[in-house]
């Protein structure tokens, strides 16, 4: 009976979890929405985040399958397709400006994915080296806060952090945490632990430089405001002038319609 209440709430922790960890994976489509909407330009599309997603992604993917984990497989085998559909996204648009590195790419990703999940489910076949190559993984993925936190601390711009995502990693690696300690799974529990305590900088960072300088919050929204305000009187301007443009070649059709035709007499 004390085996079945366990092992009820381990399940329902880590499903929590993984369905907590979709934000994750949709929170990379954002920029490539932009990129597509023509805000922003090729070169600003995250390609390489979005790789070390994926390439994480597929690590805890084979991890859940060696330790007979429903949760991160599912949740897993999620963000690996989301991450792939937005690196092809990428190499579409990649090919049309550099052929040979597109190639490249591709036969990277292929060769990679491949290798990756074959090496650790049918060669290695064992979880305490699936589970360090996961943490691995997600120590490249814990540069991205990092330098997040860098920034604010030397920019003062609390605004750089989004608040909830952070709340969701605090709430999500609390989850996997638990999980974690309840089937005894140190490589669940650290990069999860590591997870909590960067979210958690970055809250009470947010918060603390928030009350220190509300004044640059609020130069910041204000300049991204005014940024905005003037890109779209810009483009009004644009839109007026072409009409005028417009406007004026149509009055020089009608006029040249107009204009009567000289028409030379016959010398007698």
């Not at 960890?21 to 929170?27: E, G, M, Q, R, T």
Request: with cysteine.
């Amino acid at each position: 009976m004390l085996f079945s209440i366990k092992d009820t709430i381990q399940e329902t922790f880590a499903w929590i979890g993984a369905f907590l960890n979709l934000y994750f994976f949709i929170l990379p489509i954002a920029p490539f929405r932009d990129f597509l909407k023509g805000k922003i330009n090729f070169e600003d599309i995250p390609a390489t985040k979005t790789s070390i997603i994926y390439i994480n992604c597929i690590c805890w993917y084979t991890y859940g399958e060696l330790v007979f984990s429903d949760q991160l497989r599912l949740s897993y085998i999620i963000g690996s397709i989301i991450s792939l559909i937005l690196i092809l996204i990428y190499l579409y648009y990649e090919i049309k400006k550099y052929i040979f590195d597109t190639l490249l790419n591709i036969g990277i990703l292929t060769t990679g994915t491949y290798s990756l999940y074959v090496g650790l489910t049918m060669i290695l076949d064992d979880d305490l080296i699936a589970g360090k190559i996961c943490n691995i993984s997600y120590l490249a993925l814990s540069f991205f806060p990092g330098q997040v936190i860098y920034k604010v601390i030397k920019e003062k711009n609390y605004n750089l952090i989004n608040l909830r995502t952070a709340k969701f990693a605090f709430y999500t690696g609390i989850l996997w945490v638990i999980y974690g300690v309840l089937i005894s799974e140190f490589y669940v529990v650290f990069p999860h632990a590591l997870q909590i305590v960067w979210s958690l900088i970055q809250m009470v960072i947010y918060r603390s430089y928030k009350k220190k300088f509300p004044e640059i919050g609020a130069k910041d929204k204000e300049s991204n405001k005014d940024n905005t305000l003037g890109i779209e009187n810009e483009v009004e301007e644009k839109k007026e002038e072409n009409s005028n443009l417009k406007q004026e070649d149509d009055d020089k059709d009608t006029n040249l319609k107009e204009k009567p035709v000289k028409i030379l007499e016959k010398i007698n």
